[in-house]
């Protein structure tokens, strides 16, 4: 998959669930939930991994079968534009499918509408907490409920441009530079190239990590609250603005549209940085960049809190009728071979077992034509993981990030201060 397709993915706004009946689930012999003699068909929508990822899915569906004869998964997809509205208007009419993919960051919006993987339903699903990264399975909690099983982790990293730095005469980064040494590179190539050397975005996930590495701060209140105008998020905000109004380094979005600005003109050698996530770490040298690419840490300053990590897994939908088979189908598309094959694909794993195999994956397909990658990916993405925060949204966070688009690019060209652009943010966007 083209990395401009995949970056949308974490930028664009969950959506709000207004109801949801009937089943998503077909039992040709008859049975319902707990029916394990009869066979079901279980509907699982999934977004549009591309023609390899989407592979890799209907492979592991047959798997479910191939380990319970009775369940035969019939698994749909649509674009990541479409899916969340798709399954709004799923649950709202009673279509819902049985196996739901869910992302983190609209979990808020969706935890009604699904049932939680617990007591039978996670011994069903084979589910041992000790065999998974912890940060992975609390971005899929709601409420201290594990809602969904995770397929993959996804952190924040500051992606590079090798080239771009060797050319300017500037020293690589490390893991555990800090803001201020972030500041001085990034000048010094852009007085080089005479073009601003970071691309800045108003992506949620994307701006929000780097905030949060600044100075810990955060747009939601660990109890699901927006807070743009905490101290600490102005603060934040006002550095990161600072660096496209006062320090002239960062290439800023062009309108409100360009969501996903800083990667797209990262992968177009428009800028030598930019922050991402760790799902692109293949995709963004494979695909897309026509030069060597580093990962390093995201910066972080004297209060910085780490990094945000989102991750995406399957739950099941509160009106199934075959909750049962759906959790030993979960089970199997989240055990350790299943992840294998995903992290084969370029996810990073969320079960520890799989991290293996998904750095030998970038071994072999990547360091040929950029040698030490895997080895660098592998150690950002256990430093990264280490100090991940689950990012928390709220659940009417598709508004939200409308607003963050409009308000947040008037900051950035200057037309109106950071302080104006949270307080409208904040105004227009709080429950």
């Not at 800083?262 to 800028?271: D, H, I, L, S, T």
């Amino acid at each position: 998959m083209k990395l401009a397709k995949k970056l949308t993915a974490i930028a664009l706004g969950g959506a709000l669930v207004l109801g949801a009946s009937a089943c998503g689930a077909s039992t040709p012999s008859g049975g319902g939930e707990g029916a394990a003699a009869g066979n079901v068909t279980l509907d699982w929508s999934f977004w549009a991994q591309g023609d390899e990822g989407n592979k890799t899915w209907k492979d592991l569906a047959s798997q479910v079968t191939a380990k319970y004869p009775n369940i035969t998964i019939n698994l749909t997809t649509a674009p990541f534009a479409d899916y969340f509205t798709k399954l709004q208007s799923q649950l709202a009419s009673g279509t819902a499918p049985c196996i739901v993919s869910m992302q983190s960051l609209r979990l808020p919006a969706f935890a009604k509408a699904m049932t939680p993987i617990d007591g039978d339903l996670a011994k069903a699903a084979g589910f041992t907490e000790s065999e998974w990264d912890g940060g992975a399975l609390k971005a899929l909690q709601n409420g201290d409920k594990q809602y969904a099983l995770p397929y993959g982790l996804s952190t924040m990293l500051m992606y590079y441009n090798k080239d771009a730095f060797k050319a300017a005469g500037v020293d690589e980064p490390k893991d555990g530079w800090t803001t201020d040494e972030f500041v001085s590179a990034a000048e010094k190539i852009t007085k080089a190239t005479g073009k601003p050397a970071f691309g800045q975005t108003f992506s949620d996930l994307h701006m929000s990590a780097q905030l949060l590495a600044y100075n810990g701060a955060k747009p939601v209140s660990d109890s699901g609250e927006l807070q743009m105008t905490d101290p600490a998020f102005e603060s934040a905000f006002t550095w990161y603005t600072g660096l496209a109004t006062d320090k002239k380094i960062s290439s800023i979005p062009a309108s409100s549209a360009d969501v996903p600005w800083g990667e797209q003109q990262f992968v177009a050698g428009n800028v030598a940085m930019a922050v991402d996530g760790s799902w692109n770490v293949k995709s963004n040298v494979t695909d897309a960049a026509g030069f060597k690419v580093g990962v390093v840490t995201l910066p972080q300053g004297p209060d910085g809190a780490g990094t945000f990590s989102a991750n995406s897994g399957f739950g099941i939908s509160s009106t199934c009728k075959s909750k049962t088979e759906a959790a030993q189908a979960i089970g199997v598309l989240t055990d350790a071979t299943s992840q294998m094959a995903s992290a084969n694909s370029g996810n990073q794993p969320a079960r520890t077992a799989a991290i293996p195999a998904f750095i030998d994956g970038l071994k072999k397909d990547i360091d040929p034509k950029n040698p030490g990658y895997s080895e660098q990916v592998a150690a950002v993405t256990k430093a990264s993981s280490a100090k991940a925060v689950p990012f928390i949204s709220t659940s009417n966070w598709d508004k939200v990030t409308k607003l963050m688009a409009q308000q947040f690019q008037q900051a950035y060209s200057g037309k109106s201060s950071p302080q104006d652009a949270l307080k409208n943010v904040q105004q227009s966007g709080a429950k």
